[in-house]
């Protein structure tokens, strides 16, 4: 069963466009973190956002934390090759240790 | 180096095989994760160690998968009599601290396959 539901599950644009992941949930969850995985390798934490309705930026990246704490979203401005990836979103629960639970991910692709 | 590591980087093994697979978590780490990630899906929580203390086990699919951490630093991931089913990256996670919210540091994993 999974928990957090992303969109889309794959995206190829060009270079310079504008995109959107979401990620989606019927569950609470206490925060929100996207990682970015590249083949071969483990994820990379990009941010955690811990507020309804908070927003967070890094660079050319806005994350949004939804208002419920259910969903999340990605928005990528003027996309570059090197933001070629696997975006995955994890919610984590209250108290205790961080025990995440991942979507499964989206695939993007930016081409030249 | 000072991230996680993981080995073997890949492993084949025949179907009814035993495996065991070794995570090097970054030194003082208090907690340590396992996850498997199967072919185009998201990590799945496996188990998980703070300090040498399983405190959960509950992503563990069968009881043919055993963790232990006996001195609160490498972790070993034993799958016993290996299913094709099994085949998937196994990654390991490791935070300095206990706490909700702080940050996992992955290794590259390690590639299982099962024929």
């Known amino acids: 069963t999974q928990l957090l539901e992303q969109s889309p599950q794959f995206l190829s644009i060009q270079e310079g466009e504008n995109l959107t992941v979401y990620c989606n949930s019927s569950?609470?969850?206490?925060?929100l973190q996207w990682y970015r995985q590249e083949p071969g390798e483990g994820p990379v934490l990009l941010v955690t956002v811990v507020t309804g309705g908070e927003v967070k930026k890094l660079k050319r990246l806005t994350f949004q934390f939804g208002d419920a704490r259910k969903d999340s979203s990605l928005h990528i401005t003027a996309a570059q090759p090197g933001d070629t990836g696997l975006y995955l979103c994890?919610?984590?629960?209250?108290?205790?240790?961080?025990?995440?639970?991942f979507g499964a991910g989206t695939r993007l692709a930016v081409h030249p | 180096g000072a991230g996680v590591s993981q080995s073997p980087r890949y492993k084949v093994a025949k179907r009814g095989q035993d495996v065991a697979l070794r995570c090097d978590p970054i030194?003082?780490?208090?907690?340590l994760f396992w996850y498997q990630q199967a072919l185009g899906q998201g990590p799945e929580f496996l188990t998980y160690f703070q300090n040498e203390a399983q405190l959960d086990k509950s992503g563990l699919p069968s009881d043919r998968f055993f963790a232990e951490r006996p001195e609160g630093s490498v972790s070993t991931l034993k799958i016993q009599r290996t299913q094709q089913e099994d085949s998937a990256v196994y990654l390991c996670?490791?935070?300095?601290?206990?706490?909700?919210?702080?940050?996992?540091?992955f290794g590259p994993g390690t590639r299982l396959t099962v024929l």
């Open positions: 569950s609470v969850f206490s925060s």
């Open positions: 994890a919610g984590g629960r209250s108290g205790g240790y961080n025990k995440l639970i």
């Open positions: 996670a490791s935070s300095s601290q206990a706490f909700s919210y702080n940050e996992q540091f």
């Open positions: 030194s003082g780490h208090v907690s």
